[in-house]
């Protein structure tokens, strides 16, 4: 890979220090939503995701329309049932809260063994009924229950093969469903997830499915090794035009969504992003900013912990998702610097400069095995 120089030569020394001090995140955990009673809690693999997500948006995220604030009433008898859940900032839809968390019009998933960022369209956000926000939420909160849904039917979650394909089929036409008459908003998302599941046959290792339609990326980094040993490919109509799930678009799950099944060891970093990272960030410097991020974590550094530090555990993920938050955005608001965005446009025959302004969303997993 060849070395990039990040040139900030005509930036004054107030710009630079902004730079370096401006907050870096608009949100960030360790997990997202997910109720008591959900259908597959605890799977039953023996390995599972130590996770930590951030978000960075590039402007704020429009409400979610009125029918996906408010439960339905309990009873017809009782209209203002719900008036006091109403008020509250979580959204609803089919009577539950919708999973995941938004950030623009993007949209991520953490769970213990499934994580996922979707990048909604920001263009519908011009358009009367636009609501991209709304689309990558939805499609995420239901690709994440129909995963619950399959993997509850057997004895052994680990005996059956998972079909994450079909899932996003699922939500997806759910998700149409969800958007339509009478009350309908219109929107399109790339979606990219990452199901962790395991072998049959003893010993048992870690598989992973990683499923992506559009232009969000996954990653599998070894930071053993300091090497990247997969990840997914772009899906463009054209340029600036990736594969999308929506209104008017030609793209389905089942027709264009790639999955591929790949084996992984314990302590690898797998990561789900938006194209605000990798717009703007090269492989190499994402592969170094998750090791330095993890070695920072190991020698005590990036706040709290409790347990473990090694390989990342115990809440270095939240850290290395921040770090690299933090560098995409540097560059995205850097009018100066070098970008892949940049370079794609060049290629295209666009006379552009810098890095690309876009909402941020990283989710970083570590793969860890469960105690005896």
């Not at 900030?8 to 220090?17: D, K, L, V």
């Not at 717009?279 to 709290?304: A, C, F, P, Q, Y």
């Not at 965005?341 to 876009?358: F, I, P, R, T």
Request: glycine share 8%.
């Amino acid at each position: 890979m060849r070395a990039v120089i990040r040139s900030r030569a005509f930036q004054s020394p107030t710009q630079q220090r902004w730079v370096a001090t401006r907050p870096t995140c608009s949100g960030a955990g360790k997990t997202t939503y997910l109720p008591a009673d959900a259908i597959n809690k605890k799977p039953k693999s023996p390995f599972y995701f130590d996770p930590g997500y951030a978000l960075f948006a590039k402007r704020p995220t429009p409400p979610f329309p009125p029918s996906f604030l408010s439960p339905p009433s309990e009873s017809l008898s009782d209209p203002l049932s719900t008036h006091n859940r109403s008020r509250d900032r979580r959204s609803y839809v089919n009577g539950e809260i919708i999973r995941g968390a938004t950030n623009g019009d993007d949209a991520v998933l953490v769970a213990e063994n499934f994580i996922g960022a979707n990048d909604g369209v920001g263009a519908w956000a011009s358009r009367e009924k636009g609501h991209a926000a709304l689309w990558s939420r939805l499609i995420l909160h239901f690709w994440a229950l129909e995963a619950e849904r399959d993997a509850s039917v057997t004895d052994d979650a680990t005996s059956a093969e998972p079909n994450p394909v079909q899932y996003l089929q699922k939500a997806y036409e759910q998700t149409k469903t969800a958007t339509s008459a009478p009350s309908e908003w219109y929107g399109t998302t790339t979606a990219c997830g990452a199901l962790l599941h395991s072998t049959v046959k003893e010993p048992k290792t870690p598989l992973l499915y990683v499923t992506n339609l559009g232009d969000s990326q996954c990653l599998i980094i070894r930071p053993k090794d300091k090497s990247i040993i997969y990840k997914t490919s772009e899906q463009c109509h054209w340029f600036d035009c990736p594969r999308q799930l929506g209104t008017n678009s030609p793209d389905t799950p089942i027709a264009n969504a790639v999955m591929d099944k790949i084996p992984i060891e314990e302590n690898d970093v797998v990561l789900a992003m938006s194209d605000g990272v990798v717009d703007n960030l090269w492989e190499h410097e994402v592969l170094t900013k998750v090791v330095d991020s993890i070695r920072k974590w190991e020698s005590g550094e990036g706040g709290e912990a409790s347990g473990d530090r090694a390989g990342g555990a115990g809440g270095g993920m939240l850290l290395v998702a921040e770090e690299l938050v933090k560098a995409a955005r540097n560059i995205a608001e850097d009018p100066y610097a070098e970008s892949p965005y940049m370079e794609k446009a060049v290629e295209e025959g666009l006379a552009m400069e810098g890095g690309k302004l876009d909402d941020i969303s990283v989710v970083a997993a570590l793969c860890r095995k469960r105690g005896v």
